[in-house]
């Protein structure tokens, strides 16, 4: 018998003057980047939280501590290989990632088909069963003030 999941995930980090600005694995050119332990991708970062959640593995922070050394700087990509590695010693597969990225600058849907392509190397899947949106907050609140970037995941899982 064949068992799917579904899972959530959230994240969201701070922007700041001069910083990269990385997401999905692509460098986005901006005044301002997302601040963070490792490369501080937001949309990867959901992304792990959703698949670490459907398969009740608890979560990002869990597993990649921001006390840790080893993940200062790191890539998130490789952060959502091992998350990829983790399901699988489980038994679990991605039947698909749908995620939304919320900023107001830069646009993001000119990256999204270099990301899906990140993604997909990373997750061991293909980039049909990977979608990637963007809105912005209609200068609303600190994602409005581009004081910060949200992204929200959520995926399948099955055995």
């Known amino acids: 018998m064949s068992k799917i999941r579904v899972g959530f995930g959230f994240d969201v980090h701070q922007l700041k003057e001069n910083h990269p600005f990385i997401v999905g694995g692509v460098h986005l050119e901006h005044h301002s980047g997302a601040f963070g332990h490792s490369d501080a991708d937001v949309l990867l970062h959901a992304i792990c939280d959703a698949l670490l959640g459907a398969a009740n593995l608890r979560d990002i922070g869990y597993h990649f501590s921001n006390t840790d050394e080893r993940w200062r700087g790191i890539s998130s990509l490789i952060l959502l290989?091992?998350?990829?590695?983790?399901?699988?010693?489980?038994?679990?597969?991605?039947?698909?990632?749908?995620?939304?990225?919320?900023?107001?600058?830069?646009?993001?849907?000119?990256?999204?088909?270099?990301?899906k392509i990140n993604i997909a190397k990373a997750a061991g899947i293909s980039e049909d069963d990977i979608s990637i949106k963007a809105t912005t907050n209609e200068q609303l609140g600190f994602i409005g003030r581009e004081e910060g970037v949200v992204a929200y995941a959520v995926c399948l899982i099955e055995k």
């Open 81 to 115: 290989e091992h998350v990829v590695v983790l399901l699988a010693e489980k038994g679990w597969s991605i039947g698909n990632i749908d995620a939304m990225i919320c900023l107001e600058a830069p646009k993001i849907n000119p990256h999204v088909p270099a990301m």
